[in-house]
């Protein structure tokens, strides 16, 4: 079974890497996007919203998915239609055509994203020790990889079906042959719908007050994350005087930190635990935002901007694997973790519609300085909730039990 669980871990944490490479790729693109279909600045945010409110509906279904098939299944097929669906995005010459591959995008990578962290959660729990993070780790290289394709596609002015093909040509296949050894952690039965899928009951009994913590640690983190991704290049060139050259880097920079903090973050909650982890990413990144507010120029805000990446990076993956523990003392049966997750995964996309126009709204009203109090004041309230983290896995021993062989569900290809 260890051999199992291993080709589990790496085939789910390629699946993560797919992920990060696909979505910077459409998010890093977007003026591209908008001048091939001729999209005017007006209708842009509506369909820029439109995304993340579909991903909301498709993680809520997944949510009722789940509770028939496995989640290995729906993470096999919802990562080819979202490639699909990128390329689509590139090749298509009409509005209308962009209207339905951005609709068919979105609710695929909320069945995706929920997917997938469901699968990152069961691993956790059956590794009996925190690898969460490594997972995420894994869609920030994806990331930092698919940003560099786009900046590759936008210096040589390459069409977008021409930067799209390439790497669904690779990425495609791939991961259809890397899902045979997705792993269901704590689902017996046997394959395919039925009995032994439909056991979960999707986790009927948790109720939305036992996440509300969680859940708004969720969007207070996205909140913080969505203010880096839109804001950090226009603060540093109009607020902090850099040049257009220079206030590129905050946003790569953050990419970066946060690919490391994620891949030494599983050390980190296995030594000090999931709390004092989370304590401390809340007050880094507080402390990051509080940099960049009052930086007297570019370089120190690019400082604030690269601990904002060290801190808000181990909240999203720790506070996955916090709701499937939940989930499970809370309501034994094997699909609770993953319903609880679907539910927490909306919440990502409602952090990421908040936080840009807020900041947005307090930087025309008030002062782009000032703005970024706010997403500094609700990240630091994470500390307060910081106790709902109590109990996650870090190594075997320490009240933790060796999770046994029983309890690993079979690989999605029947092992």
């Known amino acids: 079974m260890t051999d ?3 080709r589990g871990r790496a085939s789910l944490a390629f699946g993560f890497f797919a992920q990060g490479v696909a979505f910077a790729l459409l998010v890093t693109r977007i003026p591209a996007i908008q001048d091939r279909y001729g999209v005017s600045d007006a209708l842009l945010p509506v369909f820029l919203a439109a995304v993340p409110i579909l991903a909301g509906v498709g993680s809520v279904v997944s949510e009722r ?3 028939r098939v496995r989640p290995s299944r729906l993470l096999r097929w919802s990562q ?22 951005l609709a068919v995008f979105g609710l695929a990578v ?27 780790a894994a869609y920030s290289l994806g990331g930092i990889l698919g940003a560099s394709l786009a900046w590759a596609g936008a210096h ?5 079906w ?31 719908t039925g009995a032994g899928e439909g056991t979960g009951g999707g986790g009927a009994g948790v109720g939305f007050k036992v996440l509300l913590p969680l859940c708004l640690v969720m969007t207070f983190a996205y909140i913080g994350d969505s203010t880096v991704s839109n804001w950090s290049a226009k603060y540093l060139q109009d607020v902090l005087g850099s040049s257009e050259q220079l206030a590129t880097v905050p946003y790569n920079v953050y990419m970066v930190t946060t690919l490391v903090g994620r891949a030494l973050g599983d050390f980190g909650v296995r030594r000090f635990g999931a709390v004092a982890v989370v304590r401390g990413g809340a007050v880094v990144a507080a402390g990051g935002f509080a940099v960049v507010a009052s930086a007297p120029g570019a370089w120190v805000g690019m400082l604030g901007f690269t601990l904002l990446g060290l801190g808000l990076c181990v909240l999203v993956p720790q506070t996955f694997a916090a709701a499937g523990r939940l989930a ?21 996309y409602v952090g990421f519609l908040i936080g840009s126009p807020l900041v947005g709204a307090l930087g025309d009203a008030w002062s782009y300085r000032g703005a970024m109090l706010v997403p ?35 690989g999605s290809n029947g092992l």
């Open 4 to 6: 199992v669980l291993r």
């Open 328 to 348: 499970a003392e809370k309501d034994g049966r094997p699909g609770a973790s993953d319903a609880a997750v679907a539910r927490l995964n909306v919440f990502n």
């Open 376 to 410: 500094m004041v609700l990240v630091l309230v994470t500390v307060v909730y910081a106790r709902s983290f109590e109990g996650q896995p870090d190594r075997y021993g320490g009240g933790h039990e060796r999770p046994r062989t029983a309890d690993v569900g079979r």
């Open 110 to 136: 909320g069945a995706l994203d929920a997917s997938m962290n469901m699968l990152g959660v069961s691993l956790q729990r059956a590794y009996g020790r925190s690898i969460m993070l490594g997972f995420h």
């Open 156 to 160: 040589w002015d390459l069409a977008l």
């Open 65 to 67: 998915l789940v509770r």
């Open 80 to 101: 080819p239609v979202v490639l699909l669906a990128l390329l689509g995005v590139g090749a298509g010459d009409r509005v209308a055509v962009l209207a339905v591959a």
């Open 162 to 192: 021409v930067s799209y093909l390439p790497v669904v040509v690779l990425l495609l296949p791939a991961a259809l042959v890397g899902s045979r050894w997705y792993v269901d952690g704590g689902r017996e039965g046997a394959e395919g």
